[in-house]
């Protein structure tokens, strides 16, 4: 059971670049979240999905898209790299079973956009 | 809009210190209130989620309480070890609009002096 795995670890893009975040969950959970974290400003929730084939936008959504074709796969993309996405960022699911709401953290990606 | 505030954002302590980390919110109207441990690197582990019915979670040397009225919770570490040291963030999960997120503090940075 490897819980939620992302990849890749690390990626250095320039601007104007393009590139997927892969975010994977073995644990059959609904739910599926994307994060960034930035310093002195906390996690925030960038886009989200309740289920297969479902996304919707979270607190920081644009010049980022999102695709859930599989339940266990939540991808994010970037189509147009600029600077202010120089981030981590996290992907986490949960299930939805009343009595378990944790969500389950990825360890993240670090991307720096030059 | 909801606000977590955590309080200090850092703490340096001699092991085997008892402590406590604070963390505050501007809306009561929660679903419920998480702990989560980041390692620097590393993605977030959750160690204790409190139910808005609850008052306290418990767990080993752990214990979270949560009270929803004055919006606070605290974090309770017992004698601390080195292994503790880390970044202890907390969120909540707001009723109300997008429910399908949680709102982060910016963290409290914990070092346990050997």
């Known amino acids: 059971n490897a819980g939620v795995t992302q990849t890749p670890k690390f990626r250095v893009l320039k601007t104007g670049q393009s590139m997927t975040l892969l975010c994977a969950q073995d644990m059959n959970h609904e739910y599926m979240y994307w994060y960034r974290q930035d310093p002195g400003m906390g996690l925030r929730l960038i886009h989200y999905s309740v289920g297969e084939g479902t996304t919707a936008k979270g607190e920081v959504p644009d010049g980022y898209n999102v695709s859930r074709l599989k339940k266990q796969n939540f991808l994010l993309g970037l189509e147009s790299a600029a600077p202010s996405q120089t981030s981590v960022y996290f992907c986490?699911?949960?299930?939805?079973?009343?009595?378990?709401?944790?969500?389950?953290f990825g360890p993240g990606t670090r991307l720096t956009v030059t | 809009k909801q606000e977590v505030t955590q309080i200090p954002a850092a703490l340096s302590v001699p092991e085997g210190e008892n402590l406590v980390l604070n963390c505050s919110f501007t809306?009561?109207?929660?679903?419920?209130l998480q702990w989560f441990r980041q390692d620097p690197g590393k993605g977030l582990t959750s160690l204790l989620l409190i139910q808005s019915s609850q008052r306290e979670q418990t767990s080993g040397r752990l214990n979270a309480s949560l009270d929803k009225s004055s919006g606070r919770s605290t974090l309770y570490i017992a004698a601390s070890q080195p292994g503790d040291s880390a970044t202890y963030l907390c969120?909540?999960?707001?009723?109300?609009?997008?429910?399908?997120?949680?709102?982060f503090g910016t963290g409290t940075l914990l070092a346990v002096q050997p």
């Open positions: 809306d009561s109207a929660i679903y419920n």
């Open positions: 969120a909540v999960r707001p009723r109300g609009g997008a429910t399908n997120k949680l709102i």
């Open positions: 986490a699911s949960r299930t939805t079973v009343r009595s378990s709401y944790e969500q389950y």
